[in-house]
């Protein structure tokens, strides 16, 4: 990523005070290690058990701040969704949300995030795909979970992944003519430069930036 | 056609289409040859009063039958998440309040848990803090099933219930300007805690409101329990079981109106909910009328929620105590709103340049959070609203998406509409309560 550059050609943070001890350290989370403890070993279990190509389909598991994530392959997701709410040890009956996320840094730069709840045993999982911005294709979960329609819709929308398989992929928050997905980070925020009290704001994007 | 002024027709590939715009509908459809097509298009909306803000729906018709529903959103939409990106986490407090606008406080809160839990403090949040919570949440929620109960009166033709509904939010709506200084879109809930404690008027003010309520939801239930129109146009209509509810992701009052006891304050528990003691209302019928009974009933709930709250209120903190990321401000009311406190204002102007860098930094700058990503679920008003934050370090949120409830739900409008009368589609839209701030955000 650029160091962003902010007004009176400040790099970086800025921060000439010495104050700089807000920052809070804590290290990167690397993939978690078994026995992962708790019903997080469980459900891993399970999955395992019950979906044959497993060891195709999960390209990490992470565990951070109690929260399990599985990261898929991105062809997989249907068939590892329907697995997870088909099976009787796992029974995500319910997909809470699906968004995108766009970490730009990377060569698999877009995210898809996935939200399940299991109302059976009260236990959430997250499960991640990761597509490139040239190749943004991923099987769609509308057939596993019909309310995931307009979340994948929304997605399309903000960061141009493509659901295949989805039955009506449109856009749903931008008109449909726009041009480009804004959630993606080389898409500007925009804006125009306000006057307040003879002074001239500038938008928020261009104004001295932190890291 | 004589009420041309009126509907103006043009003839375009798919047939005739009218723009109606007023006057008689019988004379609009007379002009339309009946035998030319037995199908009809109408487009509600999106500027129409029964749809709860601008929500368009297109409705093929058979006579009075819809046939097919479909929705269009987003012309709320403001990028509020694409804007919290250039903002300070704390900013985003006052970004996330405006999306659900009828439920401002559980935004705020599910946000803040998000960022809590992302810096890894929820422990150190304060019993006070956590209580003051509970009791704007519920207050909230009784305001929000308010406004449902008054608009969906309206809509269903009982004009009485709007103007009793809209009193007694407007009651609530007072509470909470006595405490942050708004009406709506406070920005109260803040990580870390809350803005301000809450005076001592507010609580005189909510025992007032706890001794008033229940015999006013007494007063709506007489009102229209037992209303032979009303019970015509909510029992039976728009039903959704449970399966169909789950399938389409349907959370909240609508999903236990259907029978399924799911209220997450109660089976994933958060600000220390599992320590009230209150019920999970229930019905079996999954129609209109049993989710009017279902908010009637948690209406009641939250009263008694309130209650326990305000009793376990004890003096204390309403911030966390680590200075790297508590607000520094004293805010306090003046006549022209929140602001900072003129003590805080002369000791940091006047007294102490260290305080004053302090202040500089973490209002301009802002604290940073780890990089990590978490979930936060919460039970709205409308059901599971949950914050999905993603933080890279910095001290700005690298993403924020919100799952709202109103977005999800209204995609249940078509299976609950079609096959239905078209004056049923409005009793079973009101019945979801989408607020379509939050919708497109």
New interface residues.
Partial sequence: MTQPEGLFGVTGTGDTSGMGGLVRNRPVQLDAARPYGGWYDEVVDALEEAYPGFSDAIERVVIDRGELTLHIVPAKIAEVCQILRDDMSLRYELCSSVSGVDYIAEERRLHVVYHLTSMTYRRRIRLECAVTAAEPHLPSVTTVYPTADWQERETYDMFGVIFDGHPNLTRILMPDDWDGHPQRKDYPLGGVPVEYKGAEIPPPDSRRAYR | MSNAGYAQERETTEGKVFTVTGGDWDSIVSGVDPMHDERIVVNMGPQHPSTHGVLRLVLEMEGETVTEARLV??YL?T?I???M???TWTQGSTFVTRMDYLAPIFNETAYSLAVE????IEDQITDRANTIRVLMMELNRISSHLVWLATTGMELGALSMMIYGFREREFILDIFEMITGLRMNMAYVRPGGVAQDVPDTAIAKIREFLDFMPKRIKEYEDLLSGQPIWTARTKGVAVLDVTGC??????GPVLRSSG?A?DLRK??PYCGYETYDFEVPTQPEGDVYARYLVRLAEMRESLKIIEQALDRLKPGRIMVEDR?IAWPAQLALGNDGLGNSLEHVAHIMGQSMESL??H???VT???????????V?IEGPRG?L?A?V?SDG???P??V?M?EPS??N??AIPAMAEGGLLADVIAGGASLDPVMGGC??
């Avoid at chain 2, 700058?365 to 979930?375: D, K, L, T």
Wanted: charged share 25%.
């Fill in positions: 959103v987003g939409h990028g998440e694409k804007n990106e250039y903002r839990k992302l810096l890894g789950v399938a389409l992701g349907v959370t399924l799911w089976t994933m790297k860098i302090h500089f930094k973490l700058e802002g604290f940073r959070v780890p990089p990590g990503q978490v979930y679920p599971e949950g999905h993603i910095g001290t700005r690298f993403r998406h799952r977005f999800v209204l995609q497109d955000r």
